[in-house]
């Protein structure tokens, strides 16, 4: 009972007519944004920082939480009809799903993709019931040297995870760090690279750099892209699933749930690659492999199940460790230290009522997506005639306002269209804006316990490898920082020897 | 997200049912076709000069922080250590990425769009202090949807003044924020 007095209690900070209202709000706009290609849901957040200013810090992750897991079932919708992933977590369902909906089975894909989202998130907000509280129990001994080389890690997975330049998206990593340490250094009250600038001795804000590098940077980047008419999409019928397509997705759902769940808690893992595990699993495992590609329903339901399961899981390492798993739980992160919530181990005890606040919210915001995406499905189908020329200057102009809102300040405004400048060209140079904020979130926590850890430690960086914990995972950080290099190291010897048998080849012929 | 390359103004063409390409292997191929070409080696050698301009300069001003040792650091140990670190990286990256990697992505002439976007969006944030709101805003949206986005004369004007009537509604008359405005 000790145990699930909290977790009873989060119920009634969920009914809370407030907090309702915000968790519908939440999801609705996850749907929609996941629903429209263009906007993710880090943008979208990020965007929408301003908004969390005015309420409670509850009810301001429930609707930030609502709209991530929100937009995995949106993303399913543009999939299936349009063959345009509305999110990067549902390219692979555009495979069978789009063959479904040629052969006139549209109706099917989506409805068992929600079904399969459904259970998949249900299953992933149980996990995390349990498992939270044995995490976060775990952590509380950590000490700096653990939190130093955890929040190591944790940005180079987020960091060499991400497609693209690894390289460069160490670089992005490494210039958050920086910009982390702009304003006064705790330590010493030195100030640092502030230019003799009152306004920046307190250090950078969050949320301009958010909304700038994610927000108006996503929405430049689209302005180039835009011209990329959506077709009509095809039409929907009949929802619900037959009793036998669920009888032959039910397999996929349950490997779909475990599997997203337990990828989602990596850092650097998430929605997007364990819809991409789960399809290649559910390929695998199949009596008949050549079905997939041609409309199998396995191949919808699996990743679109296992993508929501690792929605959800991904708060575990950020609301039970304080280190974000991925971009968009880095600007949840930074919306809860705005709120001057700071998330880690001590949250669950500190802070019972926020934390399984939001985690029950999941329940209610999971059953308001169903009812969304089953029996409202015609509606949000309809929202994909809206036009992309028509929605860019709304979300430019939400942007903008918003920023101002914060502190009454044009210049916040001026600073967050700069970094969306900035952020635009990142993305034109391969650079990925996501480690950047991810590090800079991190930054301040990541070079206080590095410093303290070496105060501990007498200078001695070594002492790192005298603690189990901290030892284990530098030697992960090691290994991921080498794998690329170990990797080319031996495609180069398996094109030589290659190439030496192709030789040897011709000199016997 | 991937492009077509079709030139701005030409209207997209119908997809022909070729493009009905329908393996994965298919898609991912015509995906790949579709998608916008890397940056190249002049830019990525670009991009990383810059880059390594930044780490060098953060060198120099962590270092006139003082470093310390890693027992007692100083203010500029930590930034000292990441602007190494950018450095190498600046320097590592100009080296494999000299025949121009897979990442980034060409400037095209759609690449004017977001250029124009920006002009607005400044335009905007130093007129708005000067006239209020809802000139700039009805300006922007107009040439957003006009001329960066293809819609007609007619419903981009309308669009435009329902737009800013409806943040004018939200932002003004209901929040009651302090916005700079005009009327």
């Known amino acids: 009972m000790e145990f699930f007095g909290p977790v009873l209690d989060g119920f009634t900070v969920v009914l809370d007519p407030t907090n309702l209202l915000y968790c519908l709000l939440g999801v609705v706009i996850g749907m929609l944004i996941g629903v429209l290609p263009g906007l993710g849901p880090a943008a979208t957040i990020a965007i929408l920082l301003p908004l969390t200013y005015g309420v409670e810090p509850v009810t301001a992750i429930i609707m930030l939480a609502g709209i991530f897991y929100g937009a995995q079932y949106g993303g399913t919708i543009t999939s299936v009809l349009l063959r345009l992933p509305g999110e990067a977590s549902s390219v692979v369902t555009v495979f069978d799903g789009y063959v479904m909906a040629k052969q006139g089975r549209a109706g099917t894909a989506l409805g068992i993709a929600a079904i399969g989202s459904f259970i998949g998130g249900t299953v992933a907000i149980i996990g995390l019931t349990f498992l939270a509280p044995l995490v976060a129990g775990f952590a509380l001994d950590f000490g700096p040297p653990e939190y130093t080389a955890l929040a190591l890690l944790g940005i180079l997975l987020v960091a060499t995870i991400s497609g693209g330049s690894k390289i460069k998206a160490v670089i992005a990593a490494a210039f958050g760090l920086f910009l982390a340490t702009v304003g006064r250094d705790i330590f010493t009250g030195a100030e640092r690279f502030t230019f003799g600038n009152l306004s920046l001795a307190d250090g950078i804000d969050f949320v301009p750099i958010a909304m700038g590098l994610f927000g108006v940077g996503e929405i430049l980047y689209n302005l180039e892209e835009r011209h990329r008419a959506a077709s009509a999409p095809l039409a929907v019928s009949n929802v619900w699933p037959k009793r036998q397509d669920l009888k032959q997705a039910s397999g996929a759902i349950g490997r779909g749930s475990v599997l997203g769940f337990f990828l989602g808690i990596l850092p650097g893992g998430g929605a997007t690659i364990s819809s991409l595990a789960s399809y290649a699993m559910e390929k695998k495992t199949a009596k008949d492999p050549s079905r997939f590609g041609k409309g199998a329903i396995e191949g919808v339901a699996g990743p679109e199940t296992a993508n929501n399961a690792a929605a959800t899981s991904s708060f575990i390492p950020l609301l039970t460790l304080g280190i974000p798993a991925n971009a968009t739980m880095a600007i949840i992160f930074g919306a809860l230290l705005i709120q001057g919530v700071t998330p880690g181990p001590q949250l669950i005890s500190n802070d019972p009522q926020l934390f399984w606040g939001v985690v029950n919210s999941m329940y209610i915001g999971n059953i308001l997506l169903l009812i969304m995406s089953i029996p409202l499905i015609g509606v949000f189908v309809r929202i994909l005639r809206i036009r992309a020329a028509i929605l860019a200057p709304i979300t430019a102009l939400i942007t903008l306002l918003g920023a101002y809102t914060i502190r009454n300040s044009m210049f916040d405004v001026m600073l967050v269209v700069l970094f969306g400048m900035v952020g635009y060209l990142m993305k034109k140079f391969g650079f990925e804006p996501g480690p950047l904020v991810l590090a800079f979130v991190l930054g301040s926590l990541l070079e206080s316990n590095l410093r303290r850890s070496l105060l501990v430690l007498e200078g001695d960086p070594f002492g790192f490898f005298t603690r189990p914990i901290s030892a284990t995972l530098l030697v992960l950080f090691v290994f991921v920082a080498l794998l690329p290099i170990i990797r080319s190291g031996i495609e180069k010897r398996k094109t030589r020897l290659a190439s030496a048998a192709g030789a040897k080849e011709k000199e016997n012929a | ?183």
């Open chain 2, 1 to 183: 997200m991937q492009a077509h390359k079709t030139a701005p103004g030409v209207p997209e063409p119908e997809l022909p049912e070729e493009l009905e390409a329908l393996t994965p292997e298919e898609l991912a191929a015509q995906w790949d076709a579709e998608a916008p070409d890397p940056a190249g080696p002049i830019a990525n050698l670009a991009a990383c000069l810059v880059v390594l301009a930044l780490g060098a300069a953060g060198l120099v001003m962590s270092t006139g922080l003082g470093l310390g040792t890693p027992a007692s650091p100083k203010p500029g140990m930590w930034p000292f250590v990441i602007s190494l670190i950018v450095t190498v990286l600046s320097i590592v990256q100009i080296i494999v990425g000299r025949h121009g990697g897979q990442d980034g992505e060409k400037f095209t002439r759609m690449s004017w769009y977001a250029a124009i976007g920006f002009g607005t969006l400044i335009v905007m944030v130093l007129l708005m202090p000067v006239i209020g709101f809802e000139i700039p805003a009805l300006l922007l949206c107009f040439v957003w949807m006009r001329w960066l986005g293809g819609e007609r004369w007619r419903s981009a004007t309308v669009y435009s003044i329902l737009i800013v009537a409806a943040f004018y509604a939200i932002f003004i008359a209901a929040l009651g924020t302090s916005i700079p405005r005009l009327f």
